[in-house]
């Protein structure tokens, strides 16, 4: 029986040894470099081939000074090599990863390089470090040392700006989430431009509740200045929402999520944010957050060029399994997701946005092309940002990646069109 197990077991890794072998074996046929002489100027040149993403046909992809140049198609093969070309997933709501926490006022930076390169090798090849509700001097300095990614050009390329997710949210329990009552506080204008300051004028997406007092006003204003502003933990009613959104507000922060517990069937902040379609809406769909059939509503209603995808990760994503002391509270991290025992409720995310692509074609039956798209055209179309397309003049961020039982396995990222992580 054991020599059985035994030898099923190597059997097993043989044939895993086998088609990582030649899944090596097609990235290094996939991906030639050679420089060209361009108007006299010797130009790095990289050839990838794949099959694209959006429709499952062979192409051949040529990156010049770190933009696609050039996309080729090819005949199909009777053996195509199964890697799937996409461009690199956009997450916009992130606190943390691989034990980096963006909102400890003793990081550095080389932690946050950790958290970059962690995330690379899951196919993230932009984020938003993403602060939450917290005191003032806090924000500052978690600012002001977020901001020294722009300094460093190997991973500034990753990180276009942030996300500040509260402090003007509600402060009423459930609707705040996770955030502490003490921190939060409604808009003050001077004192978020201190913050802007801090962060050399680099927080591009921020998280407003519209019922607090001065919301609408301080929505207006952000929008002038070319923010995107997203309404989240809040409860907000129709003709505030409507407000907001008049105001310029452009998308629901974790939509389902952020809000009580028990709420009036009739009048809540899901509907008309829902009706709205000037919102759309991020979603965490790690299958814990929210269930498949509200995933399912929320797609079918904003449809999927009006739906972004998040991991809204904390720190503790990444690392293995087990008990960590968090805040002063005992945690449990899953294999999946962090949980805090004493309450019985969920304590943060940890799975990355790649896993939730997946998830989302198996809760909506969406195809791949619409699931990387929430992770990648569509958080890119939001910020006008130079990403999330396959198309000439785009800048080379891509993932090459196989598809094992429904989960997206990278085996390549590209940043600039410079190879930052290999699997093998
Ligand atoms: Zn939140």
């Known amino acids: 029986m054991f020599y059985l197990l035994n030898f099923k077991k190597n059997n097993m890794n043989m044939k895993i040894f086998l088609t990582r072998s030649y899944i090596l074996f097609l990235i290094i046929f996939s991906l ?52 799937y070309l996409a461009p690199g997933l956009i997450d916009l709501q992130i606190n943390g990863y691989m034990g980096v926490n963006f909102g400890n006022p003793d990081l550095n930076i080389n932690d946050l390089r950790k958290a970059v390169k962690s995330l690379w090798k899951e196919g993230v090849t932009t984020f938003l470090p993403t602060l939450t509700s917290a005191d003032h001097e806090k924000l500052i300095k978690c600012f002001a040392v977020l901001s020294q990614v722009f300094d460093d050009p190997e991973i500034s390329p990753s990180i276009p700006g942030f996300h500040l997710e509260g402090p003007y949210i509600s402060p009423v329990k459930g609707f705040r989430g996770a955030h502490l009552e003490k921190y939060i506080r409604p808009p003050d204008w001077e004192e978020f431009l201190q913050y802007q300051k801090a962060s050399r004028n680099k927080i591009i997406l921020v998280t407003v509740a519209p019922e607090i007092d001065g919301a609408i006003p301080f929505i207006r204003k952000c929008t002038e200045r070319g923010l995107v502003v997203s309404l989240g933990h809040h409860n907000g009613t129709a003709e505030i929402i409507r407000q907001a959104a008049d105001a310029g507000a452009r998308m629901s922060t974790h939509l389902g999520n952020g809000c009580a517990n028990m709420i009036n069937r ?3 902040p899901l509907w008309p944010q829902l009706a709205d379609s000037r919102l759309t809406p991020t979603l965490i769909v790690d299958g814990y957050h929210l269930t498949p059939e509200e995933v399912q509503v929320f797609f079918q209603v904003k449809g ?35 949980r805090f025992p004493a309450e019985n409720v969920l304590a943060g995310a940890a799975l990355p946005i790649s896993v939730c692509v997946g998830n989302i074609m198996r809760f909506t039956q969406c195809n791949l092309g ?5 992770a990648s055209a569509n958080p890119a179309r939001m910020f006008n940002l130079n990403l999330g397309e396959i198309s000439t003049g785009k800048r080379a961020d891509l993932i090459l990646f196989t598809i094992e039982e429904g989960k997206l396995i990278i085996q390549q990222t590209i940043v600039a069109g410079k190879v930052v992580y290999s699997r093998n």
């Open 32 to 83: 030639v470099s050679s420089p060209q002489l361009i108007h006299g100027q010797k130009i790095e040149q990289k050839v990838i081939k794949g099959i694209l993403y959006s429709d499952k046909t062979p192409v051949e992809i040529i990156i010049s000074d770190g933009k696609i140049s050039e996309i080729v198609r090819l005949e199909k093969e009777n053996k195509t090599p199964e890697i």
């Open 266 to 268: 009739h009048l809540n």
């Open 304 to 338: 999927p060029d009006n739906t972004i995808l998040v991991s809204d990760a904390v720190d503790l994503a990444g690392l293995e399994p087990g008990e960590y002391i968090k805040d002063g509270r005992k945690v449990v991290l899953t294999p999946n997701v962090v």
């Open 370 to 374: 619409q699931a990387i798209d929430m």
